[in-house]
């Protein structure tokens, strides 16, 4: 069955970056795009950007430009998610999950970033 | 950018009523692109309805999309106790992907 296993939750200070993996098993990591969505506490869901994991083309959400990067690594089937220049605002669950179309067939479990001094 | 709008913010009935949730779009969403998720406290949401009305693998057939254009509608024809939760609507025809702020459907 597919699952997406992503790191544990991390802690940050304002200004400092933070790198997010998602390991995806249970079927051809090259054959289906990756998605990032964050969700603030108490909050709705927010599309950060995809990855295509075949060959490492990307889109990010215009609100990110700059401060996102995803990358991947076919060797061991998992994604990146980096996110720098980190505020409070930033503060959220971040999900990787497996595309569709466009639709969100699969999600990781959650990343819990916290930002604060 | 689509503008995804939810209604109503939230819906109080007993389990084996009828939900009718609404998601409305700033503009048309191309090719009926849009899905619908459910998420519970402390999950990850997952997926119901793709494609405005087919349902993902493993919903049972209570869950049903429909709509086009700019409005869509879910419906849980008879609510279980499992189905108390926060629904989003996602559109995917353009990009950026955006989605809805949410119905939280609660037990009255």
């Known amino acids: 069955q597919v699952q997406l296993v992503q790191s544990g939750a991390e802690v940050k200070k304002p200004g400092a970056s933070v790198k997010v993996s998602c390991k995806a098993s249970g079927y051809t990591f090259t054959s289906y795009y990756m998605h990032w969505v964050r969700q603030a506490p108490g909050q709705g869901l927010e599309w950060m950007g995809i990855?295509?994991?075949?060959?490492?083309?990307?889109s990010y959400a215009q609100k990110f430009q700059g401060r996102v990067t995803m990358t991947r690594d076919t060797s061991t089937s998992t994604v990146y998610m980096e996110l720098s220049s980190l505020r409070s605002e930033d503060t959220a669950v971040y999900y990787c999950a497996r595309g569709g179309v466009g639709f969100l067939r699969n999600w990781g479990q959650g990343t819990l970033v916290t930002v604060s001094s | 950018e689509i503008v995804l709008t939810q209604s109503p913010g939230t819906l109080s009935l007993s389990p084996g009523e009828r939900a009718t949730l609404s998601c409305r779009a700033s503009q048309s969403v191309s090719s009926s692109y849009l899905a619908w998720y459910q998420q519970k406290p402390g999950q990850a949401p997952r997926l119901l309805i793709y494609g405005a009305s087919s349902r993902a693998t493993g919903i049972p057939d209570r869950f049903s999309g429909s709509g086009s254009g700019t409005d869509f509608t879910l419906t849980i024809s008879r609510l279980e106790p499992e189905d108390f939760a926060v629904y989003y609507c996602?559109?995917?025809?353009?990009?950026?992907?955006?989605f809805g702020p949410g119905t939280k459907v609660d037990i009255k």
């Open positions: 990855i295509n994991p075949s060959g490492g083309s990307t």
């Open positions: 996602q559109q995917y025809g353009s990009s950026p992907l955006t």
